[in-house]
């Protein structure tokens, strides 16, 4: 696919640039300014943007284990990014090299490329404060729950992918992962297979009132799943399956969706991390949670009180369930 080829050759130019170990030799990679660099003195592999003039050096983050450095060369300023040279981290500087590439597509002029490159830079900060180990088993699952909503269910109803992409909220920690017109959906995911309990995680997540004051909805939908041999229906399977059906569609919806995966903490770089668990779908529950019927949640806080985390017993929820059609006419 597109983005795979270009990661090849991205990686195929850090490669020669290394082996030939040519003093400050140089490959432009974009249309605008960006410049792949082997610096001899150092042995490193830098990444070169051309910046403006007075940009606030503050907006470039810090990193443990990546140095951005601000020179001059031939009287043009340069933002110049390198990173440690050991294993992984060189699969890390490929990554995210490819990355900033990528969110380039269809930019012009070098000040709007240097606001995308730091927009990209933005996007995987997350990667390297706190999530360079990768997803918990119980966020993978989640993240696998909703992008199977998205997948199945969302772009098939959805006459717009740019649209549909924005309606999935998950990655912002909104109250409920999809927002749309007529009403919002919580995801939910669960491996149990008897007494199904799910977790809620504040008290806003299942109050269905200031929905209904504007006349739209709130859908529950629940993934109940079982674990599978390795190397089937995994999350990077998955997701490779939403780029793959992005690739026909603007180049723009594809640089969204990777950015809201980066902010839940997934990045391709992980992807070996996750090919152990597979996941089968054992069945999809749909609920309608109204304030006229009976739905066990807690929404009324006496004051002084929050941060309310508890788990539900979906049995006692079935007054609620409905059906697809349902869930479709929010979409």
């Not at 606001?115 to 696998?144: E, H, I, M």
């Not at 909503?149 to 920690?173: M, Q, T």
């Amino acid at each position: 696919m597109i983005q795979e080829t270009r990661k090849s050759e991205i990686v195929e130019i850090i490669d020669k640039l290394r082996n030939d170990k040519i003093h400050q030799s140089t490959k432009k990679i974009t249309s605008n300014d960006l410049f792949i660099l082997y610096d001899l003195d150092n042995d490193l592999i830098k990444f070169l943007i051309k910046s403006p003039e007075n940009f606030k050096k503050s907006s470039i983050p810090s990193w443990k284990g990546v140095d951005f450095d601000y020179k001059t060369r031939n009287n043009i300023p340069f933002v110049e990014l390198s990173i440690s040279d050991d294993v992984d981290n060189d699969k890390i500087f490929k990554e995210l090299i490819n990355r900033i590439v990528e969110d380039q597509e269809d930019i012009k002029g070098n000040i709007e490329a240097f606001d995308c490159f730091l927009n990209t830079l933005n996007s995987f900060d997350a990667f390297f404060k706190n999530q360079r180990k990768g997803l918990s088993k119980y966020a993978q699952q989640g993240l696998y729950a909703e992008l199977f909503f998205l997948r199945n269910h969302v772009f098939p109803n959805c006459d717009i992918i740019s649209h549909a992409i924005n309606c999935w909220h998950g990655p912002e920690k909104a109250h409920q992962d999809f927002v749309f017109e007529n009403g919002n959906v919580e995801v939910k995911s669960t491996m149990q297979k008897d007494t199904i309990n799910i977790s809620i995680t504040n008290e806003k997540q299942l109050d269905p009132r200031p929905l209904e004051s504007i006349n739209n909805k709130l859908m529950m939908y629940v993934l109940c799943l079982d674990d599978i041999a390795p190397k089937n229906n995994t999350l990077p399977d998955l997701i490779s399956e939403i780029h793959n059906f992005l690739d026909h569609h603007n180049s723009a919806d594809k640089t969204t969706f990777n950015s809201r995966l980066n902010s839940v903490g997934y990045f391709d770089y992980h992807a070996e991390l996750y090919s152990d668990r597979g996941y089968f779908i054992r069945k999809e529950l749909f609920y309608e949670i109204k304030s006229d019927i009976y739905f066990p949640s807690i929404i009324d806080l006496p004051n002084g009180v929050g941060d309310v985390r508890y788990s539900i017993d979906l049995s006692a929820c079935n007054d609620s369930l409905t059906d697809l059609i349902k869930i479709k006419e929010v979409l």
